[in-house]
C-alpha cells in the first residue's frame, strides 16, 4: 500500500484485509441457508464410463441444487477418485462396489475415506453374451470360444471388473487362449451394439445394473466358481470430515436406498430414450414422473 495514502483508507483495507483472512483462517464456507446449516458447496464425483454412478449422481445433483446446494459433478478414473476423496479434493462419491470389486481400493484407501452406507444391494459383475447365444455359463466357454471369435471383449483396464476377470474368471474357467481385449466401456458398447445388430455371438464383460440389460438381449453366463464374486452393494464414500462439512446431506445419503427397478428406470431415460449429455432437463422429468419416491428421499 502506497504511504501517502489517508489513515482512513489504510485502516478500512486492513480492516477488509483482516476480515477475508479471519474467514479463510476460520474455513467458514457459505452455507444452504433456511436452517440448514451445511456447507453449500460439494464436489461429487464420478467414475467415467459406470453409468449406475452418472444416473444416481445426477439425481443427488439435482435434489442437493433444489435444496439450495451448490453441487458440481467431478469425472474422473477410478483411482483418482479414491485419491481425492482421501485427501479431501472431492466430497463425496456414489459409486463404491463391496465387497470385492473395489476391495484393493478400500484396502489402501479405506482409512482415510468414511462410509456413508450402501444404496443398492442387488448389483453383481458379470460375462454376458447374447441372449440366444449355445452356452449358459463360463464352464462352456472355452470349449466353444471358437463361436464367439475367441474374443472377450472387456472395460477400462483399471476396473474393478477387469481385474476380477483377468485374476479370477479366465485361470478358474481355462480361458488363457482367448483374446481379452480391454480399452474402454463405451468401446465395448459399441462392439455389443455391432455384434447383436449383426446377429453375431459376443462375449463382453458387464455388470449389473447396466442400461444395456434394458437395450439389449443379453444373458449373463453362470459363474459356478464365484470367480466374479457375486452380489456385491454399491455405497455412497466420503472425504473424512464430510458429516461435519453437510451433516443433513450425509443423513440423508446415508439412509438413500434404490432398487434395481427404479434404478433401470432412471437409466433408461438417462441412456436409451435420449441421446445426449445434458442429464438436468431429463432427469428434471424423471423426478416429476417419480415425485413421491424422490420426496421420501429428504423426507
Same mark, same amino acid.
Given at each position: 500500500m502506497k504511504k501517502n495514502r489517508s489513515t482512513s483508507i489504510f485502516a478500512l483495507g486492513t480492516v477488509g484485509v483482516l476480515a477475508l483472512t479471519g474467514c479463510a483462517a476460520s474455513g467458514e464456507t457459505d452455507t444452504v441457508g433456511n436452517g440448514n446449516d451445511?456447507?453449500?458447496?460439494?464436489?461429487?464425483a464420478v467414475f467415467n464410463g459406470w453409468d449406475e454412478g452418472v444416473a444416481a449422481s445426477e439425481l443427488w445433483k439435482a435434489i442437493l441444487? #433444489?435444496?439450495?446446494?451448490?453441487?458440481?459433478?467431478?469425472?474422473?478414473?477410478?483411482?483418482?477418485?479414491?485419491?481425492?476423496?482421501?485427501?479431501?479434493?472431492?466430497?463425496?462419491?456414489?459409486?463404491?462396489?463391496?465387497?470385492?470389486?473395489?476391495?484393493? /481400493?478400500? %484396502? %489402501?484407501?479405506?482409512?482415510?475415506i468414511v462410509d456413508l452406507g450402501a444404496w443398492n444391494e442387488e448389483s453383481q459383475n458379470a460375462i454376458a453374451v447374447n441372449a440366444d447365444a449355445p452356452i449358459d455359463s463360463l464352464e462352456e466357454l472355452a470349449a466353444n470360444a471358437d463361436l464367439f471369435g475367441n474374443r472377450i471383449v472387456g472395460i477400462e483396464p483399471g476396473a474393478g471388473l477387469t481385474l476380477a476377470t483377468t485374476n479370477n474368471a479366465i485361470p478358474e474357467y481355462g480361458l488363457e487362449d482367448m483374446? /481379452?481385449?480391454?480399452?474402454?466401456?463405451?468401446?465395448?458398447?459399441? #462392439?455389443? $451394439?455391432?455384434? !447383436?445388430?449383426?446377429?453375431?455371438? !459376443?462375449?463382453?464383460?458387464?455388470?449389473?445394473p447396466h442400461w444395456a440389460y434394458n437395450k439389449f438381449p443379453l444373458k449373463n453366463l453362470e459363474d459356478p466358481k464365484g470367480a466374479l464374486g457375486g452380489r456385491e452393494s454399491i455405497h455412497s464414500y466420503a472425504k473424512t470430515d464430510f458429516k461435519a462439512d453437510f451433516p443433513q446431506a450425509a443423513e440423508w445419503i446415508g439412509d438413500f436406498?434404490?432398487?434395481?427397478?427404479?434404478?433401470?428406470?432412471? #437409466? $433408461?431415460?438417462?441412456? !436409451?430414450?435420449?441421446?445426449? $449429455?445434458?442429464?438436468?432437463?431429463i432427469v428434471a422429468k424423471w423426478i416429476e414422473d417419480n415425485q413421491d419416491y424422490v420426496d421420501g428421499l429428504t423426507s
Amino acid at each position: 500500500m502506497k504511504k501517502n495514502r489517508s489513515t482512513s483508507i489504510f485502516a478500512l483495507g486492513t480492516v477488509g484485509v483482516l476480515a477475508l483472512t479471519g474467514c479463510a483462517a476460520s474455513g467458514e464456507t457459505d452455507t444452504v441457508g433456511n436452517g440448514n446449516d451445511d456447507n453449500k458447496d460439494m464436489s461429487l464425483a464420478v467414475f467415467n464410463g459406470w453409468d449406475e454412478g452418472v444416473a444416481a449422481s445426477e439425481l443427488w445433483k439435482a435434489i442437493l441444487d #433444489e435444496k439450495g446446494y451448490n453441487v458440481e459433478l467431478e469425472y474422473a478414473d477410478v483411482a483418482p477418485v479414491y485419491s481425492g476423496l482421501s485427501t479431501g479434493d472431492y466430497d463425496l462419491s456414489m459409486d463404491i462396489w463391496l465387497p470385492v470389486t473395489h476391495a484393493s /481400493y478400500l %484396502e %489402501e484407501y479405506g482409512d482415510k475415506i468414511v462410509d456413508l452406507g450402501a444404496w443398492n444391494e442387488e448389483s453383481q459383475n458379470a460375462i454376458a453374451v447374447n441372449a440366444d447365444a449355445p452356452i449358459d455359463s463360463l464352464e462352456e466357454l472355452a470349449a466353444n470360444a471358437d463361436l464367439f471369435g475367441n474374443r472377450i471383449v472387456g472395460i477400462e483396464p483399471g476396473a474393478g471388473l477387469t481385474l476380477a476377470t483377468t485374476n479370477n474368471a479366465i485361470p478358474e474357467y481355462g480361458l488363457e487362449d482367448m483374446e /481379452y481385449l480391454t480399452s474402454s466401456t463405451a468401446a465395448m458398447l459399441v #462392439e455389443l $451394439q455391432t455384434a !447383436i445388430d449383426k446377429g453375431e455371438n !459376443i462375449v463382453v464383460t458387464l455388470w449389473e445394473p447396466h442400461w444395456a440389460y434394458n437395450k439389449f438381449p443379453l444373458k449373463n453366463l453362470e459363474d459356478p466358481k464365484g470367480a466374479l464374486g457375486g452380489r456385491e452393494s454399491i455405497h455412497s464414500y466420503a472425504k473424512t470430515d464430510f458429516k461435519a462439512d453437510f451433516p443433513q446431506a450425509a443423513e440423508w445419503i446415508g439412509d438413500f436406498e434404490m432398487d434395481l427397478n427404479t434404478l433401470y428406470s432412471l #437409466e $433408461q431415460a438417462m441412456f !436409451i430414450d435420449y441421446d445426449g $449429455q445434458d442429464f438436468a432437463p431429463i432427469v428434471a422429468k424423471w423426478i416429476e414422473d417419480n415425485q413421491d419416491y424422490v420426496d421420501g428421499l429428504t423426507s
